[in-house]
């Protein structure tokens, strides 16, 4: 575990206004980047279903989009610690833009197959983790120079990303509704960019001081080769019993959400609430919830304990949304159970993100963050090809039902003790101002 991050005293340096402008800027270039991702997810499964695709080909696209998050994630972590946090996530801003915009190019002139398809999703999606991860690890660097505790800014991160569900799910509902999921690619494409614009003018400005430094003991060391620096952040993963613990519990839990939000809630939407409109309205409850969780929760974060609070609010995140859907509820009340599930979940990965800040060694943090991450999403592509598979064989109903079941169970294992007591705080142990 690296060394706590200490609470400055009374006569500390003031706060760093270009640190903070720093860290708005990253906060703003996530929330970008994700809002793109969103409107990607609502493209790719209309635009299959506008094809004549049943339930299976949907999860089959949706495989293909998720299945990239865990390959980048657990190859490019160790790419992120080398060639510098900035620059990784400019380039995955980048490169990713100008896959996505060759989905729509290429439909609207010579033509798209259901395999290129696939092929270019898979192609889009292989940076987003990386990019991701490297905006990450440049938190706690900001985030000490800018005098913000290091809960709020996770919070704020995580926050981001749920206003750009917010603002995503809204803006892809309509787009697709409205000019079809191809021409709603160009939007996503254009995310990218301003992304990776606003990364390297604004985030640039950032002065050395605001980073942290290398570990000392580290600085003269021989240049390690990239399978050595990848088996290293395995084996920090591996050997910390917690890390183990929050891996296994997300990557049920991501498979569960990956059934429900890539396939099972598309497939209903289309079939029982007229189509991409209402899941619009939906997926942007839940991140505006959300959205609102992670700020109350970024006030109250160092007063509650961890263990507790995560555990009650995971169950509530994904349990009672999936039992209104199975039970067939009206909209009304979907909506309700799904501002809910958004409220917990806003409290959720703050306690992750500052769990893993404060127990992984700055200079392995790309590479053990994109190794969590690969872990952790592992189920995902498969959750959405099962999702599909669930909805052709046993129906909407009967897939949402088994979700809210087995995910309420999972999710109540914090409560078992044992390591998931070393997420409280240890002793004298703060976090950022």
């Avoid at 929330?31 to 997810?41: D, F, P, R, W, Y």
């Avoid at 519990?249 to 429900?260: E, S």
């Avoid at 959300?290 to 507790?308: D, E, K, S, T």
């Avoid at 309700?336 to 599930?341: D, E, G, I, V």
């Amino acid at each position: 575990m690296g060394p706590p991050m200490t609470k400055p005293s009374a006569d500390a340096p003031p706060r760093d206004r270009r640190a903070t402008r720093s860290l708005s800027a990253l906060l703003t270039a996530h929330a970008i980047s994700q809002t793109g991702n969103v409107v990607t997810a609502f493209a790719i499964p209309f635009y299959v279903l506008g094809l004549g695709g049943s339930g299976v080909e949907v999860g089959i696209a949706a495989f293909f989009a998720t299945a990239p998050v865990v390959i980048g994630g657990a190859l490019g972590g160790v790419v992120v610690d080398r060639v510098g946090h900035r620059r990784a996530a400019i380039v995955a801003d980048l490169v990713s833009g100008a896959t996505v915009l060759s989905i729509p190019v290429l439909a609207l002139t010579v033509g798209l197959p259901f395999w290129a398809l696939l092929l270019l999703v898979f192609a889009g999606g292989l940076l987003d983790t990386p990019g991701q991860t490297a905006r990450r690890v440049m938190l706690p660097g900001l985030t000490a120079r800018a005098g913000v505790r290091l809960e709020r800014s996770v919070g704020l991160l995580d926050g981001s990303e749920r206003f750009a569900r917010l603002i995503g799910a809204s803006v892809a509902g309509l787009l697709v509704a409205l000019v079809g999921p191809m021409a709603a690619l160009f939007v996503n494409a254009a995310t990218f960019a301003v992304s990776a614009l606003l990364t390297w003018v604004f985030v640039a400005a950032m002065p050395a001081a605001t980073r942290q430094p290398a570990c000392p003991d580290r600085s003269d060391a021989p240049r390690t080769t990239y399978w050595a620096d990848l088996a290293e952040g395995f084996r920090f993963v591996i050997h910390d019993p917690l890390m183990r613990l929050i891996v296994g519990l997300v990557l049920i839990t991501n498979l569960f959400d990956a059934a429900r939000g890539a396939t099972l809630l598309p497939l209903y939407a289309n079939d029982r609430l007229g189509g991409a409109a209402s899941l619009g309205l939906l997926v942007a409850v839940m991140g505006g919830c959300a959205l609102v969780g992670n700020v109350a929760f970024g006030f109250v974060a160092h007063r509650v304990p961890r263990r507790l609070t995560f555990t009650v609010c995971f169950a509530l995140a994904g349990g009672p949304s999936s039992a209104a859907f199975a039970l067939g509820a009206p909209l009304p009340v979907l909506v309700a159970m799904t501002a809910l599930s958004g409220l917990a979940a806003g409290a959720i990965n703050p306690i992750l993100g500052t769990v893993e800040l404060e127990r992984v060694p700055e200079h392995m943090r790309g590479r053990v963050f994109g190794l969590i991450n690969a872990g952790a999403w592992a189920g995902v592509p498969f959750g959405a090809l099962l999702g599909g598979i669930a909805a052709d064989t046993i129906g909407l109903a009967v897939s949402f039902g088994i979700i809210a079941v087995a995910y309420t169970l999972v999710t109540l294992s914090p409560l078992t003790g044992g390591a998931w007591r070393q997420m409280e705080r240890q002793p004298g142990q703060t976090t950022g101002a």
